[in-house]
Nanobody, 126 residues
Framework: VQLQAFGGGLVQAGESLALSCATS????????WGWFRQAPGKEREFVAA????????FYTDSAKGRFTISRDPRRDTVTLQMNSLNPEDTAVYYC????????????????????WGQGTQVTVSS
């Protein structure tokens, strides 16, 4: 099973981007999904997560109110809509998949995820 994240790019502060994650292999419904990011010189951090069945969502504080994670069962994709971007959001963004057996509270932790995409660069200029 491979994950692919796409949709990154260069935008100005205040603009929006939508990142998507697609997979080949095991059906999307087998996993819960998360987005993480890693800024230059910093550790990778949690951004958002969604459970597949119930669609419960979780966000880091900096993402609340600006980012929305969603899933599309018809297209087998997970999307991270990012609005009101600022330079602090500049990072490589990674999508990741966790087995549905993982507790929802554990979706905040990288160690809970089994599969990782290659990352997509998001750069926000001031």
């Amino acid at each position: 099973v491979q994950l692919q994240a796409f949709g990154g790019g260069l935008v100005q502060a205040g603009e929006s981007l939508a990142l998507s994650c697609a997979t080949s292999g095991r059906p999307f419904g087998s996993y819960a999904w998360g987005w993480f990011r890693q800024a230059p010189g910093k550790e990778r951090e949690f951004v958002a997560a969604i459970t597949w069945r119930a669609g419960r969502t979780f966000y880091t504080d900096s993402a609340k109110g600006r980012f929305t994670i969603s899933r599309d069962p018809r297209r087998d994709t997970v999307t991270l809509q990012m609005n009101s971007l600022n330079p602090e959001d500049t990072a490589v963004y990674y999508c990741a998949a966790a087995l549905n057996s993982v507790g929802s509270r554990d979706l905040l932790y990288q160690s809970s995820y089994t599969l990782w995409g290659q990352g997509t660069q998001v750069t926000v200029s001031s």
